[in-house]
């Protein structure tokens, strides 16, 4: 009964070449059984992506909050946030609940408008962000997942590249979960364009 | 042990919400209480009841909006003192949209848009039953027949007597009773 | 609290204003002046610092503060309600935005919620208006941009290229009409500045002691403490020493 993994479900983000990558499973179980094939955990804000896993209910409260939190900067300061401002933002919030938190896995993805750099991180639930050159996973499938992205993973990959590698690694890793899997949605994010691809896996 | 207890609440002209708590009475017992799924539900009921007359009846909540506004409260309770132990479905029609919708909630507070549902045992006896003949584009009938084959798998295979179904159905006119 | 008043002491006249409001800005305008220049790369803050006594140290009187590294702001006015005043600000640039985001906020922002302490107070109970206008200045890392805004005691605030405060606002203000222009850079602008403070000069000698001035350039890195740290850049805000002040006199 381990709230991180009642409902199921993976994430992972990748850095590219002036690009970045994230993806997330589209299972929404019950312990062992399924309930929904189509639960998508990434949320995007503006330019910034969010991908979370973890206790369903907390994926929800989590997400919506953020997006009330979001908006009003954005009214407030007439401008997107910034992948490393929303990091922030988001690392804040959690912390707030560091005595009953949310059981939630959060990562993020996106392309910084002023510099152009890629970025990406990752969080526990209470916060303490995990930033990264390279990948970031999170999830019941995250050990298969640093296991194929150790693997799979090379610097410098263009947008097609990157988006092949963080595909296998999705679903190579979901294939070895019962937990996730069930269909897969992937963003490939570009300086001047966001790419979401369905992916089609087996339904078992 | 009551024999007839709907666990249906209307919400609206055009919304029906199905609750189920932990078994036996407890919805009588938890009631002196003052805490009980019956409780929740209406609490709910009424809300949503009241929005439509703050509205002057000229717009009722939509089935999304619901089941948003439910799964908030039950989100409140889920970290209060003694949070509410149901799990619900929630069926209704979008007058606006002209598309029928159902909604699944956990106790955890967890809700996904789904095209059929069941909480407890009959998820284990009804889904695999669903899943082979449930398509995105069947009409009332043919739902109303695999609804059927699901309950004949429970009265055949759940070693209980589950005395009777309740069944309603909700299209864009409204919420009606079936002779089950 | 019984012996306490608690409803507000800014209520509307009959003809429709609030004349508290009105009283405040007659206390910032028996203020000594203060004036701002925005230049391309930065911009400038300078006040006169008058000492009622020659046996007061000047240098214990401080009339610009930092408020983050990149933000600094200056007043006309009454002295012990900008110290509140500043104290705000530098409370409110954390909790409602550093311990948030882990970056200091925008000037725009910071202006905005130093604003909104100014406009409570005229409409809470108890309470009456500050006494003073500010002139704010900042350094905007996401635009990489300097920003100049005035704040009076109402809550209402502007941005300006250039503009005057207190006593001689008027006169400094058209004397900035003349000496402005576009494309100004940070060192003419204190030249301005300093021009400026002397046309509207209420008396005593333009020196070190006497003149205050604060800037928002380049970024300070002697003023961050250490050295050696990549991607570290010092407080874009900073106070002239007074031998700085002297120097850029000197060459008037």
Redesign the interface.
Same mark, same amino acid.
């Given at each position: 009964m381990d709230p991180f993994s $009642?409902?199921g479900g993976a994430c992972v983000a990748m850095v590219g070449k002036n690009c970045v990558a994230i993806a997330c499973d589209l299972r @929404?179980g019950?312990q062992t @059984?399924t $309930?929904?094939n189509?639960?998508p955990k990434i949320f995007s804000y503006g330019d910034t992506y969010l991908g979370l896993t973890g @206790?369903? +209910?907390d994926i929800? +409260?989590v997400s919506t909050d953020l997006r009330t939190k979001v908006n009003m900067y954005r009214l407030r300061e007439e401008r997107d946030i910034e992948p490393e401002t929303f990091t922030n933002l988001v690392s804040s919030y959690l912390y707030q609940r560091r005595f009953?938190p949310f059981y939630v896995s959060p990562v993020v993805a996106g392309i910084n408008n002023r510099t152009g750099e890629p970025f990406i991180a990752a969080f526990d639930c209470l916060g303490c962000t995990d930033y990264s050159k390279d990948f970031v996973v999170s999830g019941t499938s995250s050990n298969q997942l640093f296991g194929t992205c150790e693997s799979l993973w090379e610097p410098g990959l263009e947008p097609e590249d990157l988006f092949e590698t963080i595909s296998q690694v999705l679903l190579n890793s979901m294939d070895r979960d019962a937990l996730a899997g069930w269909g897969a949605h992937v963003y490939i994010i570009t300086k001047d364009q966001v790419i979401k691809r369905l992916l089609k896996t087996r339904q078992d | 042990m009551k024999a007839e207890d709907d666990k249906t609440r209307i919400l609206n002209d055009h919304c029906l919400m199905a609750y189920s708590g932990e078994a036996g009475d407890t919805g009588m017992l938890t009631r002196s209480f003052g805490r009980g799924k019956v409780q929740f539900a209406e609490f709910i009921q009424a809300n949503v009841q009241l929005y439509g007359m703050r509205s002057n009846c000229t717009q009722a909540l939509s089935p999304s909006s619901v089941s948003s506004f439910v799964?908030t409260e039950l =989100?409140k309770s889920?970290?209060s003192r003694k949070p509410y132990n149901l799990n619900l479905l929630i069926g209704g029609y979008d007058t606006v949209n002209d598309k029928p919708e159902l909604y699944?909630l &956990?106790f955890? =507070?967890?809700? &996904?848009k789904?095209p059929y549902?069941a909480h407890g045992y009959a998820?284990?006896y009804c889904?695999s039953i669903l899943d082979k003949h449930h398509h995105p584009n069947i009409d009332l009938e043919q739902g109303l027949k695999i609804l059927r084959m699901c309950i004949e798998e429970l009265d055949r295979r759940m070693p209980m007597n589950f005395k009777g179904v309740n069944v309603k159905v909700i299209t864009k006119t409204g919420i009606q009773d079936l002779e089950y | 609290m019984a012996d306490r008043y608690s409803f507000s002491l800014t209520t509307f006249s009959p003809s429709g204003k609030l004349v508290q409001i009105e009283y405040a800005l007659a206390a910032v305008n028996q203020g000594v002046t203060s004036l701002g220049i925005k230049a391309t790369n930065g911009i400038v803050l300078a006040t006169e610092k008058k000492s009622t006594s020659s046996l007061i140290n000047p240098s214990s009187l401080e009339k610009i503060s930092l408020i983050t590294p990149n933000i600094g702001m200056v007043y006309s006015g009454m002295g012990p309600d900008f110290r509140v005043l500043v104290d705000r600000a530098r409370k409110v640039s954390h909790t409602n935005y550093k311990r948030i985001y882990n970056e200091y906020p925008p000037t725009r922002i910071l202006v905005q919620d130093v604003a909104r302490v100014m406009q409570e107070a005229t409409q809470s109970g108890g309470v009456r208006p500050y006494g003073v206008s500010l002139l704010v200045a900042g350094w905007d890392e996401h635009t990489d941009t300097p920003a100049l805004y005035q704040v009076d005691p109402s809550g209402s605030y502007f941005p300006w290229k250039a503009t005057a405060i207190g006593k001689s606002a008027t006169s400094a203000k058209t004397f900035l009409e003349k000496r402005y222009a576009e494309g100004l850079e940070l060192e003419d602008a204190i030249h301005i500045a300093l021009l400026t403070l002397k046309e509207t000069l209420e008396g005593g000698e333009l020196n070190g002691d006497t003149v205050e001035i604060g800037i928002v350039g380049t970024p300070a890195d002697h003023l961050l403490g250490y050295e050696g740290v990549e991607g570290k850049k010092g407080p874009r805000f900073r106070k002239l020493s007074p031998q700085e002040i002297e120097d850029y006199l000197t060459n008037l």
């Open positions: $009642i409902n @929404l019950k @059984l $309930i929904s189509n639960y @206790l369903a +209910t929800e +409260t009953g | 799964r =989100a889920l970290r699944w &956990d955890l =507070a967890a809700k &996904d789904l549902a998820q284990y889904l | -």
